[in-house]
């Protein structure tokens, strides 16, 4: 299990935060999609066109899981204290 930090935000950093975190949820989408797509695109050799697209893709899947997970606690948080 990983270890836990304790992070102390006043209730308008919290729901601004949250904001962010919502708003650019569809930019980073975008980007796992892209990366995606991009993971298909091959040389004519039959080599990925873009190398790195692989692991960019995994990147933004992985920061989006990361992501909702780190809203959801901010959400649980908020709610807690209201």
């Known amino acids: 299990?990983?270890?836990?930090?304790?992070?102390?935000?006043?209730?308008q950093q919290a729901n601004d935060l949250d904001?962010?975190?919502f708003?650019?949820?569809d930019y980073r989408s975008r980007e796992q999609q892209a990366c995606e797509e991009l993971t298909l695109e091959?040389?004519?050799d039959g080599t990925p066109k873009y190398k790195n697209?692989?692991?960019n893709a995994k990147?933004?899947?992985d920061m989006n899981?990361?992501?909702k997970k780190i809203c959801?606690?901010?959400?649980?948080?908020?709610f807690r204290h209201e």
Do not use: G, P
């Not at 270890?3 to 209730?11: A, D, M, N």
């Not at 959801?72 to 908020?78: F, L, Y």
């Open 53 to 55: 697209m692989a692991s």
């Open 1 to 11: 299990m990983e270890k836990k930090v304790v992070i102390e935000l006043t209730e």
């Open 65 to 67: 899981s990361q992501m």
């Open 42 to 44: 091959l040389n004519e």
């Open 59 to 61: 990147f933004w899947k």
């Open 72 to 78: 959801e606690i901010v959400n649980r948080a908020r």
């Open 19 to 21: 904001l962010y975190l």
């Open 23 to 25: 708003a650019s949820s």
